[in-house]
């Protein structure tokens, strides 16, 4: 397997020395070993023999943030990036499988239980799902054409599945997630995603009109709470500027 370029792992250059340290670590390492991190995430359990794609996922391959809470807390997005360029490289290999005949493409906010909803769907689905590669990540992003092309030019179905919890159930996820595995999400990621998922979707039907799409609603993490929807509107959350606002409503709250 040809390692991934260097150059090709987007830099955020970081002002914390510490936080630039551990990001231009980890992209080296990413690029010197491409193939032995591609390897370490199929043998996780989650990742479903990398059939099922997810960048926070993929950052448990990096020893030093999976075994320890604390380096999450702080270097979560000193690594995000290897991870993201990681995630995409597994994709390509998962979908270049000519068993595969369907892609499920999950999406959502940060804190919406998709992880928690696609281990489900493996467990309830073993035998539909093992022609089907899975991958989650953003659809706010363009590079999720790219993904969907690649899937289309393979002879792959591609279906959409949005996760649209009410903001504050997201907020109250992300808080007890931080603190029990040290992940968190940052004010202006949370609001961005809720102000722009349905402009997303939106594209993404006018460009891809064939692909079938449902959205679950949620108020709660029950599972039976569940509102199923084709409706694009439901994404729907007002202006960057009004969602902002109403986060730093619920925030003082919770």
Same mark, same amino acid.
């Given at each position: 397997?040809? =390692? ?207 692909? =079938? ?7 709660? =993490? ?33």
């Amino acid at each position: 397997m040809e =390692n991934i370029c260097i150059d090709n792992i987007w830099k955020r250059g970081f002002k914390d020395p510490d936080m630039l340290r551990v990001e231009e670590e980890t992209r080296s390492e990413t690029s010197a070993n491409t193939e032995k991190y591609i390897n370490k995430y199929k043998e996780l359990e989650q990742s479903r023999n990398g059939n099922y794609i997810s960048s926070d996922l993929m950052k448990l391959v990096f020893e030093k943030y999976a075994n320890d809470i604390e380096y999450r807390r702080k270097y979560n997005l000193a690594v995000s990036n290897s991870a993201a360029c990681l995630a995409s490289r597994a994709f390509k290999a998962a979908i270049s499988n000519p068993k595969v005949k369907h892609c499920i493409f999950v999406a959502g906010a940060y804190g919406s239980g998709k992880s928690f909803l696609i281990q489900s769907l493996y467990e309830k689905n073993k035998e539909e799902l093992k022609e089907c590669v899975v991958y989650e990540g953003s659809i706010t992003s363009k590079s999720i054409d790219e993904k969907i092309d690649t899937v289309l030019k393979c002879g792959i179905t591609p279906s959409m599945i949005i996760l649209n919890p009410t903001l504050e159930l997201s907020m109250k996820n992300i808080k007890e997630r931080a603190k029990r595995i040290g992940r968190d999400v940052r004010k202006e990621d949370c609001v961005f995603v809720y102000a722009n998922i349905y402009g997303a979707l939106k594209r993404l039907k006018e460009k891809y009109k064939d692909i =079938n799409y449902v959205i679950y609603n949620k108020e709660t =993490n029950v599972p039976t709470d569940l509102e199923v929807s084709t409706n694009a509107k439901d994404l729907d959350h007002g202006s960057y500027d009004d969602i902002s606002k109403e986060y730093d409503d619920i925030y003082k709250r919770i």
